[in-house]
């Protein structure tokens, strides 16, 4: 009996170890990728300029869109039946339920594939407005099989918590896109980098298609999870039947899916609404194209970058509170959700006070468009409700109650939708700036009350806004000054200079963390 409990505690603490793991092979990687993608933006925004950087980012509402109907739900799916049949010390049925969810989600990405094909130039001028990104949604509909098949399996290594292989996706993803993106740039070019959008378009399909290849061919070398090594298979464990398997599959899947389709139709909305309200507000089609280029490719993608931890936190929340819903462990779902909330607020509060002080500076620097400093500081409040309502939804989805986020996610997205076609043609691009930040408030507050409702978790304020909020201010006020007087006589490089002292602002704020005890080694 001492031996079996002995054996169930060191498998408890094995999960709890491959959540941190796992959450740092994916956070890292998730740096490393966010990096290579940031200096990719950076040259896109050299090579494209503006207004076709704008063009560039219509398509990708049609490919989200998409993308949640063939990906989306399948894979979350996966992820939650892997890690559930893992709770039971079953892994008969892991492939199987891979092979089926392989089945549907690639023959519907071929069929959506074969619609944006031909149906291109429609969708081009009725549904973006913009009759010059056809071009791009041909190239783009090539890659969706390849992205079901990789959606799918990186699934089946969540629900496995094996982050290795979909990190090292991730990464291989990047890098291939990056480096054709750049050697056709040279080519067409003749030495002098030009980039169009099909260009850019045709590094997107390759390296989808050698990470899908890669992720393929993973599944050969695959190892067996490390609590059923440590527990063993339990024998008495039953195989799923096929018709069961496609029933879980597809009630989970289905209901997702749906719901992600309706938010993708809202964001797309927002995406297509943006310039044409600019157009009402006075601007050129050129000056409304550029602007939207300007904040969806240079300014969000700052705004971004520190997801990279929050969002590998999320993927990883979604199985373990799944397997511990599973086993009934309450006392795991609690204890997950009060830390994982407590870090999203802390990475969020330091993340506005680096984007508050320095974003104007960096906008300038990296871009050298001013007007991308300025959305940089407006955006920075939204840091702490973006980071905090990625974290809640995967805890709520964990839970099984992924229509309670499609709600709230749609009351947040008709919110800003009205407030744009409100706003923005009497105020400008600020309106959509008002409009982001008031909907986005919308559904943290929502998804708060819902992960509360279901919940007993200890919110800790103190530690989890007071001290970080007051540190990061404090740190930020001392280190503004500092930075203005040195910047006076500095001959660095003003990239190297200012990205130096947003890292010292974030050793300084974790110290100061370390040393107040806001955070401490309990916590992982």
């Not at 031996?3 to 999960?15: G, H, I, Q, S």
């Not at 070019?189 to 393929?216: D, P, Q």
């Not at 936190?313 to 009934?328: F, H, R, Y």
Request: charge should be positive; proline fraction near 3%.
């Amino acid at each position: 009996m001492n031996d079996n409990v002995t054996t169930m505690e060191y498998a408890r603490r094995v999960k709890r170890m491959n959540l941190f793991r796992g959450t740092m092979i994916l956070t890292l990687a998730g740096f490393i990728t966010r990096i290579i993608g940031f200096f990719y933006k950076i040259f896109l925004s050299y090579t494209m300029g503006a207004e076709l950087l704008g063009i560039y980012q219509l398509v990708f509402p049609v490919y989200g869109i998409c993308f949640t109907i063939y990906a989306t739900g399948i894979q979350t799916s996966i992820s939650r039946l892997v890690a559930a049949e893992l709770g039971k010390r079953n892994d008969k049925n892991t492939y199987k339920i891979l092979r089926i969810g392989l089945f549907i989600s690639v023959m519907l990405a071929a069929l959506l594939s074969l619609i944006v094909y031909f149906g291109s130039d429609y969708i081009a001028r009725r549904f973006l407005i913009e009759v010059r990104s056809a071009p791009s949604l041909r190239i783009l509909s090539i890659v969706f099989p390849f992205c079901a098949v990789t959606s799918c399996i990186n699934g089946y290594y969540y629900g496995l918590k094996k982050t290795a292989v979909p990190a090292s996706t991730q990464l291989l993803e990047q890098v291939t896109r990056v480096i054709i993106v750049y050697a056709l740039a040279l080519f067409v070019g003749e030495g002098n980098l030009n980039v169009t959008c099909e260009m850019a378009v045709i590094g997107i399909v390759v390296g989808e298609i050698a990470s899908s290849i890669y992720n393929f061919l993973s599944l050969f070398v695959s190892k067996s999870p490390t609590e059923l090594i440590i527990l063993g298979v339990d024998p008495k464990a039953k195989s799923i039947r096929r018709k069961e398997i496609v029933k879980n599959l597809l009630s989970l899947s289905i209901p997702l899916s749906a719901n992600r389709f309706l938010i993708n139709i809202l964001h797309s909305m927002e995406a297509v609404l943006i310039p044409t309200m600019l157009r009402r507000f006075g601007l050129s089609n050129r000056e409304a194209l550029s602007s939207f280029g300007v904040l969806n490719g240079m300014s969000i993608p700052f705004i971004m970058f520190p997801t990279a931890l929050i969002n590998a936190l999320a993927v990883l929340l979604l199985p373990t509170i799944s397997e511990a819903q599973a086993v009934n462990n309450d006392n795991l779902i609690g204890k997950t959700t009060s830390v994982s909330i407590k870090y999203s607020l802390i990475i969020g509060i330091i993340s506005t006070a680096i984007f508050i002080i320095f974003g104007k500076d960096l906008g300038y620097a990296v871009f050298h468009n001013p007007e991308a400093g300025s959305y940089l500081i407006i955006l920075a409040w939204l840091c702490p409700f973006i980071y905090l309502t990625t974290t809640l939804g995967s805890i709520i989805n964990g839970l099984g109650k992924a229509h309670i986020t499609f709600i709230n996610s749609v009351v947040g997205s008709l919110s800003k939708i009205l407030l744009i076609c409100i706003l923005i043609p009497k105020i400008g691009i600020k309106g959509y700036l008002i409009a982001l930040l008031i909907g986005q408030l919308l559904i943290t507050a929502l998804d708060s009350y819902a992960v509360i409702k279901y919940i007993r978790f200890r919110f800790d304020a103190v530690n989890s806004l007071l001290k970080p909020g007051l540190i990061a201010s404090l740190a930020g006020f001392l280190l503004k000054e500092s930075y203005e007087y040195i910047k006076q006589t500095s001959q660095m490089n003003e990239i190297l200079f200012i990205l130096i002292f947003c890292l010292l602002l974030c050793v300084i704020c974790i110290g100061l963390l370390l040393v107040t005890r806001a955070i401490s080694k309990k916590d992982f």
